[in-house]
């Protein structure tokens, strides 16, 4: 066929389905688990733009594809993991209506740190509190001027984060401006470095009591 081939569940968008032959384990994760399996739908089909690749492609839930991913671990504040959460939720709806980064391969993100890691149901056997979080926050995205908006997320910076203009150019967003990262101060920046600080994120809520809604306030003063 010139097509592609699409496993999907019978009755429950939800249920999981393991790669057999795949082997991706994540070295600060324990290194001895292997994130074969995911919830949905599986499509094994060519990209548009190189016909002799072929790709498999999970296609599920939003809410599902958020708990499965793995940038926190299980320990981290819980008031950390929502905005987190939030962030990444917002981040690939984005990409997902307002982008056409993947169009031509037929998918919305990729699954590393490109765009987001995205470690599927074992994420969520090995992090419950990504799921808590996520359940948490179900449906919130971060709005400006009433439009959902991109955002970024990064390891840490060296103790201020850098605007969209600095890093990419083009046109200013004011909601991705250059804020002090008080944590981080006397690290080197580990990322991009624009939008949220992952480490001053979590360190806020857990050393000055931030939660979801305070973050939010800042976010917007």
């Known amino acids: 066929t010139n097509k592609y081939i699409r496993l999907s569940p019978v009755s429950n968008p939800h249920a999981i389905f393991s790669l057999l032959n795949y082997n991706h384990v994540v070295i600060w994760r324990g290194g001895s688990t292997n994130f074969n399996r995911y919830r949905g739908a599986i499509e094994y089909r060519p990209i548009q733009d190189d016909p002799t690749k072929i ?27 929502k905005a987190l959460m939030v962030a990444a939720r917002t981040y690939a709806y984005f990409i ?34 990504a799921v808590v979080a996520t359940v948490a926050t179900r449906g919130f995205m971060v ?31 004011p909601w991705l401006v250059p804020v002090v990262a008080k944590y981080d101060k006397g690290l080197r920046m580990y990322g991009h470095g624009v939008g949220m600080s992952q480490r001053d994120a979590a360190y ?18």
Request: hydrophobic share 30%.
């Open 204 to 221: 806020r809520a857990d050393k000055d009591g931030w939660d979801l809604s305070v973050a939010g306030q800042r976010a917007t003063a």
């Open 55 to 81: 790709y498999i492609i999970n296609d599920l839930l939003m809410e599902d594809y958020v708990a499965g991913i793995g940038e926190a671990s299980n320990g981290a504040p819980m008031e950390y993991q």
């Open 96 to 129: 997902q209506q307002s982008s056409n980064k993947h169009d031509k391969r037929n998918f919305d993100v990729v699954s590393h740190t490109g765009d987001q890691l995205y470690l599927g149901y074992m994420n969520e056997v090995l992090a419950p509190n």
């Open 143 to 173: 709005t400006y001027n009433k439009e959902i908006v991109v955002t970024p997320y990064f390891g840490h910076s060296n103790g201020k984060t850098r605007s969209w203009t600095q890093k990419w150019g083009g046109s200013p967003k």
